[in-house]
């Protein structure tokens, strides 16, 4: 299948997956409710690249995160937490002039309309990023390139580093791009459905919700959203509850997702497209690459942050195995992805 980075002698020896962007320490409720009316908050991390990296590092893979983060406590909070997770920080540089970024969220989900967040970033340390002061050698170490829109819509420093890492040019990494649609971070708004449209064909293998399509693009349909983004060429729509469609080439594969008593709807979609490139990385085919990515979104869901580790390597296989009927009739809830938790099926 297109879209499997190749593989070298050196391999043994390569990063697998360097993941760039901006991480914040999330601030998390410790009930429902509006943020007015939240008592306290437990603190955690969040970054969609920083997630990625960490349920890949988790997974088993070589996986390096590179941002800028502020010389103060959350900074340091930071990256000790995600160097936790068995992740290289080592080209995480540190701005002694701006600050980490940091953010309150309610319990809701993102989609409800009673869903807060309330950011801290603007002059963060991550958006003074550019590409005149990233480490471009461990940027380009990897077999894999991960980005998301969100980097661009921090800074015009962040776009013109995004513009270059999408650029075509001989021997780059696999680039992939989660194009990750928030409207709030866009000053003016107007630009970024062209702007992510315009990163999202310069990539190798691109993630995008439908819902994303349509908000962004008015495109419905995963033919549609093909059509606009004919040159990757590996192409994954995400349909929540319904599943994903992942199309390489003239290939469309349908692969439905799993019923999941959800504990907290955040990081579900970075852990998709985590485990999607773990199996990439493995060179399954399309159908097991996006179960291996429904079971890592399940993992996030049926726990209250964004991070936790994903099931054992030999046991998700043994699941992604099953045949479609059996598939159908998994339902994962809190704990599955313990060794001593059996899986239930109606």
Not at 249 to 266: E, F, K, M
Request: include cysteine; glycine fraction near 10%.
């Amino acid at each position: 299948m297109s879209g499997t980075p190749a593989r070298t002698a050196a391999d043994a020896a390569t990063t697998d997956v360097v993941c760039l962007g901006e991480s914040m320490v999330t601030f998390l409720p410790s009930q429902p409710g509006r943020l007015a009316d939240v008592p306290s908050f437990g603190r955690g991390i969040g970054g969609a690249e920083s997630n990625v990296a960490c349920a890949l590092a988790r997974a088993g893979h070589r996986v390096a995160w590179v941002s800028r983060v502020g010389a103060d406590g959350f900074g340091d909070h930071l990256v000790d937490t995600i160097a936790g997770y068995g992740v290289d920080t080592s080209a995480v540089r540190r701005d002694p002039d701006r600050p980490t970024g940091i953010y309150f969220r309610t319990a809701t989900d993102r989609a409800a309309d009673v869903h807060e967040v309330a950011y801290y970033r603007a002059g963060s340390a991550a958006s003074a990023m550019s590409p005149a002061n990233v480490p471009y050698e461990a940027l380009l170490a990897g077999r894999v390139l991960h980005l998301s829109g969100i980097t661009a819509a921090l800074s015009a420093d962040c776009l013109a580093l995004l513009r270059e890492l999408t650029a075509p040019r001989p021997g780059r990494p696999l680039v992939s791009f989660d194009v990750n649609h928030r409207p709030g971070l866009w000053r003016g708004g107007d630009a970024s459905p062209r702007v992510l449209l315009e990163l999202a064909r310069g990539a190798d293998l691109v993630f995008v919700g439908d819902d994303e399509a349509e908000e962004a693009w008015g495109i419905v349909g995963a033919e549609a959203i093909r059509a606009a983004l004919p040159e990757p060429a590996v192409l994954v729509v995400k349909r929540g509850a319904e599943g994903a469609t992942v199309i390489a080439g003239d290939t469309v594969t349908d692969v439905p997702a799993l019923r999941v008593d959800v504990v907290a709807p955040v990081g579900a979609g970075d852990a998709f497209a985590a485990g999607f490139l773990s199996a990439t990385l493995r060179g399954l085919p399309a159908r097991d690459r996006a179960r291996h990515g429904h079971l890592m979104a399940a993992a996030a869901l049926t726990v209250p942050g964004d991070l936790t580790d994903p099931p054992a390597r030999d046991r998700a296989d043994r699941l992604v195995a099953l045949d479609d009927t059996a598939w159908g009739r998994l339902r994962l809830g809190p704990g599955w992805t313990g060794d001593d938790q059996e899986v239930r099926t109606p």
